[in-house]
Nanobody, 120 residues
Framework: VQLQASGGGLVQAGGSLRLSCAAS????????MSWYRQAPGKQRELVATISNVGTTTYEDSVKGRFTISRDNAKRTVYLQMNSLKPDDTAVYYCNQGIMTSGILSPRDYWGQGTLVTVSS
C-alpha cells in the first residue's frame, strides 16, 4: 500500500490550497483518513480527520478555514485550505487506516508529506 500526497506549494496569506492523498495497492477496506502537519521545530499535530461514515473533526486553529473530505471510490482524501495564515506553514502528511485483507487488522499508512508555505 502506498499513499501519494500532492497539492502543496507557496501561497500568500489569505490564499487557498487543496491537498490530495490517494491510496493504491492491495486494499480491502479504508477506515478513517486524516491530515497531520509538522512545522519546523515543532511536533507533528493532527489537523483534521474524517471517519468512514463522513464524520469530521478539526484542530481548533483550522476550524472554519479547512475542510476535509473523501472520495471512497478513488481512495482519496482531500484537504481544502482557505484563508491561509503564515502559521499554517508546515509539511502536511496524510494518514489512512487500511485493512489489506479481511483477516488482518487495519494499520496506519502515511503519505510522503507535501510542503505548504504561506508568505505574509
Amino acid at each position: 500500500v502506498q499513499l501519494q500526497a500532492s497539492g502543496g506549494g507557496l501561497v500568500q496569506a489569505g490564499g487557498s490550497l487543496r491537498l490530495s492523498c490517494a491510496a493504491s495497492g492491495s486494499i480491502f477496506r479504508i477506515f478513517a483518513m486524516s491530515w497531520y502537519r509538522q512545522a519546523p521545530g515543532k511536533q507533528r499535530e493532527l489537523v483534521a480527520t474524517i471517519s468512514n461514515v463522513g464524520t469530521t473533526t478539526y484542530e481548533d486553529s483550522v476550524k472554519g478555514r479547512f475542510t476535509i473530505s473523501r472520495d471512497n471510490a478513488k481512495r482519496t482524501v482531500y484537504l481544502q485550505m482557505n484563508s491561509l495564515k503564515p502559521d499554517d506553514t508546515a509539511v502536511y502528511y496524510c494518514n489512512q487506516g487500511i485493512m489489506t485483507s479481511g483477516i488482518l487488522s487495519p494499520r496506519d499508512y502515511w503519505g510522503q508529506g507535501t510542503l505548504v508555505t504561506v508568505s505574509s
